[in-house]
């Protein structure tokens, strides 16, 4: 897990980043907003840590920028600022807790893993993986093999629903109700065309295959083994 902290008191920067190090957690500390911005924008970390009161960008403009950029990491303020309207305010531009000022460090460990905890646990559930194929719901992007797959708006939903049910023959009359909400047409040949243009996309030139056909049933997902 890797944490990034922002915070211009040295002594608590310096306190912060041994206690969580040694508590197992990779550390970075930056004491200046924008270096702190920088760094959550061009890096991963599970989790920021943001002090109100900053030079260059305040804590508050640090984590409008994270959002802006489209990141949804968790964030805890750490500040002298009780006031409730600061707190509020936190909340309502997209932190996930709020610590004030003298804390103990035992409680804000305990914060901490609650939310390095929660975030992982959200990315999980955003990302299908079956073999080297992965879909981020999040995203909207296919990968196999750690190369990017361009789908269809219907394309991707029909993957997802591949997916999710992995290893369950779906029938046509099924994915047809559930990707392009119609009743199946047993004269109409939609979905065998949707189906060999995905498979085209995901197996051509990987193995294993994933996609296959079920004589006279449908189609499964599945990863030999």
Not at 100 to 105: D, T
Not at 112 to 132: M, P
Request: hydrophobic share 45%; net charge negative.
């Amino acid at each position: 897990m890797k944490i990034l902290i922002v915070e211009d008191e040295i002594k608590t920067g310096d306190y912060l980043k041994q206690g969580l190090t040694e508590a197992g957690f990779v550390v970075d500390l930056t004491r200046d907003g924008w270096d702190g911005l920088e760094l959550a924008r061009s890096q991963s970390y599970d989790l920021l840590i943001l002090d109100v009161m900053l030079p260059g960008l305040d804590g508050w403009q640090v984590l409008g920028g994270v959002r802006r950029a489209g990141l949804d990491t968790p964030v805890l303020f750490l500040t002298a600022r009780d006031a409730v309207e600061d707190r509020v305010k936190g909340l309502e531009l997209g932190a996930d807790d709020y610590l004030v000022k003298p804390f103990a460090f035992a409680e804000l460990l305990a914060r901490v893993r609650s939310l390095t905890r929660r975030g992982r646990a959200g990315i999980d559930a955003a990302v299908l993986r079956v073999a080297d194929l992965e879909l981020d719901l999040l995203r909207r992007r296919a990968s196999r093999a750690g190369g990017r797959i361009d789908l269809t708006a219907k394309e991707f939903a029909l993957l997802e629903l591949l997916m999710r049910r992995q290893g369950e023959v779906l029938p046509r009359s099924l994915i047809a109700s559930q990707v392009w909400d119609m009743n199946f047409d047993s004269d109409t040949n939609v979905i065998d065309v949707a189906v060999r243009r995905l498979r085209g996309k995901i197996d051509d030139g990987f193995e294993p295959k994933l996609i296959h056909t079920v004589r006279g049933m449908g189609y499964v997902l599945e990863a030999p083994g």
